[in-house]
T-cell receptor
C-alpha cells in the first residue's frame, strides 16, 4: 500500500525552463508535506515544506503547491539549473500523531545545459 | 554542527555475518529515524526513537533486525544474520521535534552489500 506516489520516475528539462515534479497521496490524514533532494552518494536534504492549511509555499526558485481535494502536490523549480539535477522525494506526515514521514519513490530530474 | 554522522559509509559482508551500522544524530535533536532505501521499495522507515526510547518498530522487516539508542548521541542498527536481500542503503535521520520542526536531517547513509 503506497500512500505517497511519484508516478514519474524521471524528468528531463532544459536549463532555464520550469521543472514540475508531481506527487499524489492517498491518506487524507496527512497534514504536512515535504520535498527532499538527493544527490548520488549523499543523504536526502530538506528542500521545502507545506502545511495542509496552505495551498502554496515559495522559497526562492522553489514553489510547492498543494491541492487537498485532489490529494496532489507539485514542486515547481523556476528557472531550472544544471545543479538541480538530482532525485526529488515527496514526503508526507501527520503532525497530530507521530510525525513520521512516508516517502514516495522519487523522481530523477535532469536539467540539461 | 556536523550534521548526522553515519559509519561506515560502505560495508561489504558475507551472508550470515553480523552487521552493525552506527549513527550520531545532530546534538539536541530528540527524534532519531532509521530508513532503508532500495530500488523496489524506495525509502522506507524501519524504526524511530523519541528521547532514546523506541516508539515504532513496525517497519523492521524481521527479527534479524534490531536497533538500540543507548544515549542521545548514538544509535545502532544491527542485522544478525545478514542475508543478500538486506543489501541496500541505510539512512539515519534526526529531528528537533520538541521545537516543532517537521523536517528531518539525514546522514550520508551506509551502503550495505551482503554477498
Amino acid at each position: 500500500d503506497q500512500q505517497v506516489k511519484q508516478n514519474s520516475p524521471s524528468l528531463s528539462v532544459q536549463e532555464g525552463r520550469i521543472s514540475i515534479l508531481n506527487c499524489d497521496y492517498t491518506n487524507s490524514m496527512f497534514d504536512y508535506f515535504l520535498w527532499y533532494k538527493k544527490y548520488p552518494a549523499e543523504g536526502p536534504t530538506f528542500l521545502i515544506s507545506i502545511s495542509s492549511i496552505k495551498d502554496k509555499n515559495e522559497d526562492g526558485r522553489f514553489t510547492v503547491f498543494l491541492n487537498k481535494s485532489a490529494k496532489h502536490l507539485s514542486l515547481h523549480i523556476v528557472p531550472s539549473q544544471p545543479g538541480d539535477s538530482a532525485v526529488y522525494f515527496c514526503a508526507a506526515g501527520v503532525k497530530g500523531s507521530n510525525y513520521k514521514l512516508t516517502f514516495g519513490k522519487g523522481t530523477l530530474l535532469t536539467v540539461n545545459p | 554542527d556536523a550534521g548526522v554522522i553515519q559509519s561506515p559509509r560502505h560495508e561489504v559482508t558475507e551472508m550470515g555475518q553480523e552487521v552493525t551500522l552506527r549513527c550520531k544524530p545532530i546534538s539536541g535533536h530528540d527524534y532519531l529515524f532509521w530508513y532503508r532505501q532500495t530500488m523496489m521499495r524506495g525509502l522506507e522507515l524501519l524504526i524511530y526513537f523519541n528521547n532514546n526510547v523506541p516508539i515504532d518498530d513496525s517497519g523492521m522487516p524481521e527479527d534479524r533486525f534490531s536497533a538500540k539508542m543507548p544515549n542521545a548521541s548514538f544509535s545502532t542498527l544491527k542485522i544478525q544474520p545478514s542475508e543478500p536481500r538486506d543489501s541496500a542503503v541505510y539512512f539515519c535521520a534526526s529531528r528537533a521535534h520538541y521545537r516543532g520542526d517537521t523536517e528531518a536531517f539525514f546522514g550520508q547513509g551506509t551502503r550495505l552489500t551482503v554477498v
